[in-house]
C-alpha cells in the first residue's frame, strides 16, 4: 500500500489528527465518518461485536462460531470482495488516488475481514449504507432498525 493509505490503516483516530496529515490520511478520515449513520452504527456495533464508532479496533477480530461472520460489523464471507471494491470506491470519492484505493482493494481481498483494521470494516460498512445496505444489519424487533436515517 503506500505510505499515507498504510499510515491510515493501522492508526486510530487520535494518530489520525497528529501523525503524517497527508492528502490520503485525511480522505480515509473523511470515508470513515459515520455522520449521519451514527445513532445506528452504535446501535449494530454494539448488537454484533460490543465495538463502538469511537474505538476503531474494538471488535475487528470477531467472529461468529456459528457463521462465516466476522469483524466489528459481522460480514459474511462474500463481504471480502464486495466490502474490498466498497472501500475502494468510497476512497476514491473522498479524495485517495485511484493507484492508493486499488492497492488498498487488492491488499483487502487477500485478507480474512477479521483481519482487516477497523477504519476499512467502517468504510467498507458506511459505503453498503449509504447504497441502502442498512438492510445487511436488519433484525426482527431490534431497536437498530428506527433508527435507519
Not at 475487528?60 to 457463521?67: F, H, I, L, M
Request: charged residues 25%; glycine residues 10%.
Amino acid at each position: 500500500m503506500g505510505a499515507a493509505v498504510e499510515a491510515a490503516s493501522n492508526a486510530d483516530d487520535r494518530q489520525f489528527a497528529v501523525e503524517r496529515p497527508s492528502r490520503s490520511v485525511s480522505a480515509v478520515r473523511r470515508a470513515s465518518e459515520f455522520g449521519k449513520w451514527r445513532p445506528f452504527a452504535t446501535c449494530v456495533l454494539a448488537r454484533e461485536s460490543g465495538a463502538t464508532p469511537d474505538r476503531r479496533q474494538s471488535g475487528v477480530g470477531a467472529r461468529n462460531p456459528r457463521s462465516s461472520a466476522s469483524g466489528r460489523w459481522q460480514m459474511l464471507s462474500p463481504w471480502q470482495d464486495g466490502g474490498a471494491w466498497n472501500v475502494q470506491k468510497r476512497l476514491i470519492r473522498h479524495g485517495v488516488s485511484r493507484a492508493d484505493a486499488r492497492e488498498v482493494r487488492v491488499y483487502l481481498q487477500r485478507t480474512p475481514i477479521s483481519r482487516w483494521a477497523g477504519v476499512w470494516q467502517d468504510v467498507a460498512a458506511l459505503e453498503a449504507l449509504d447504497n441502502g445496505g442498512w438492510r445487511h444489519w436488519y433484525a426482527p424487533g431490534s431497536r437498530c432498525n428506527g433508527l435507519v436515517p
